[in-house]
Nanobody, 124 residues
Framework: QVQLVEAGGGLVQAGGSLRLSCGGS????????MGWFRQAPGKEGEFVAT????????YYADSVKGRFTISRDNAKDTVFLQMNSLKPEDTAVYYC?????????????????WGQGTQVTVSS
C-alpha cells in the first residue's frame, strides 16, 4: 500500500517561511512526478507546484510563483516545498500528491496518490 506523509506545517507570521516535506512508503517517490496542492477553509482545492521525476522541470501556480520552490531528493525519497514570503492567503491544508509518470501537470486527476495533509497557518 502506498502512503505519502507530509511534515513541516505550522503557524507562521506573514512574511515568514516554512519548509514542507513529503516522503513515501510502499512506493519510490523518486520514480514519478510529484506535486503539491492546497485547500483553504471553504474553498476548493488548488494546485500549488509540480516537479518532474528527476527534478529537471517544475511548474508553479501564479499565486506562489517567485515565493515557493519545489525540489526533491530522490536519494532520500523526499519532495520539499520551500515557502517564503508567506501571506495570510496561503493559509490552507497542504497535500503532497504522487503521479504515475515522469511528468504531471496542474490537474489533480493526474495524481493517484495523496498524503493526509499538513496545516499551514499564516497570521497577519
Amino acid at each position: 500500500q502506498v502512503q505519502l506523509v507530509e511534515a513541516g506545517g505550522g503557524l507562521v507570521q506573514a512574511g515568514g517561511s516554512l519548509r514542507l516535506s513529503c516522503g513515501g512508503s510502499g512506493r519510490t517517490v523518486g520514480s514519478y512526478a510529484m506535486g503539491w496542492f492546497r485547500q483553504a477553509p471553504g474553498k476548493e482545492g488548488e494546485f500549488v507546484a509540480t516537479i518532474s521525476w528527476r527534478g529537471g522541470s517544475t511548474y508553479y501556480a501564479d499565486s506562489v510563483k517567485g515565493r515557493f520552490t519545489i525540489s526533491r531528493d530522490n536519494a532520500k525519497d523526499t519532495v520539499f516545498l520551500q515557502m517564503n514570503s508567506l501571506k495570510p492567503e496561503d493559509t490552507a491544508v497542504y497535500y503532497c500528491a504522487g503521479g504515475t509518470a515522469a511528468w504531471a501537470g496542474d490537474s489533480p486527476w493526474e495524481y493517484d496518490y495523496w498524503g493526509q495533509g499538513t496545516q499551514v497557518t499564516v497570521s497577519s
